[in-house]
């Protein structure tokens, strides 16, 4: 499929998404670590600016460390109030700079981090099937950052609403965006799913 036109709609669906939001919403905790609902959005602007010359460069200067890396790029994409948060966000919708990365990469983060914001804040937005099944396809043979192929090994994962499978073993089974969050490692989507497979699932996260 070609990435980018969803990835800017879906930037853009978020965005709209978020305006109105009061200053307790902006600080509420997303689903992504330790990080708060608008330290994901600032994250995923510097993720839009970067480029893999830029990425390179501040991860030397950040003495390798990757989670230095991504702690400046939310430093310097907060802004000082969350309008400005989400001025910077708007400012890089249509974006398709990257850090180093197969573009599958760049679908996963919109749409994973996405949802960290979203069920965070309890709102419910219907992602493109044939991007969703994109994502779960490419998550299911990586273990880069995230680890996702070795948290679903001797596990068989089953859409219950996409044509979609993945595995063999204790069954997991539940929405296919649901699936593609527990495969990132997000908890909070494991309440979604069924199976014999799911507290071994779980107890990767």
Not at 74 to 103: C, I, Q, Y
Not at 167 to 173: A, L, N, R, T
Request: charged share 20%.
């Amino acid at each position: 499929m070609d990435i980018w036109p969803v990835v800017h709609a879906e930037r853009k669906a978020l965005a709209a998404d978020l305006r109105g939001l009061d200053a307790g919403d902006w600080a509420r905790p997303s689903l992504c670590g330790r990080w708060t609902v608008r330290d994901v959005l600032a994250h995923m602007t510097a993720g839009a600016t970067l480029t893999p010359p830029a990425f390179f460069g501040q991860l030397i200067s950040s003495g390798f460390s990757f989670d230095k890396v991504q702690e400046k790029g939310v430093a310097a994409n907060r802004g000082a109030t969350p309008a400005d948060t989400l001025a910077n966000f708007e400012s890089v919708v249509t974006s398709v700079k990257h850090p180093p990365g197969p573009t599958q990469t760049w679908l996963g983060e919109t749409i994973v981090h996405g949802e960290d914001i979203r069920r965070a804040l309890g709102i419910q937005h219907k992602y493109p099937a044939d991007a969703v099944v994109t994502v779960a396809d490419f998550y299911k043979g990586s273990n880069l950052l995230i680890g996702s192929k070795s948290r679903i090994a001797g596990l068989t994962l089953k859409a219950t609403d996409a044509s979609w499978s993945h595995g063999s073993g204790p069954e997991v089974s539940g929405p296919i965006l649901s699936l593609v969050m527990a495969m990132t490692g997000r908890k909070e989507a494991d309440d979604d799913l069924s199976g014999d497979g799911v507290a071994t699932l779980r107890s990767r996260s």
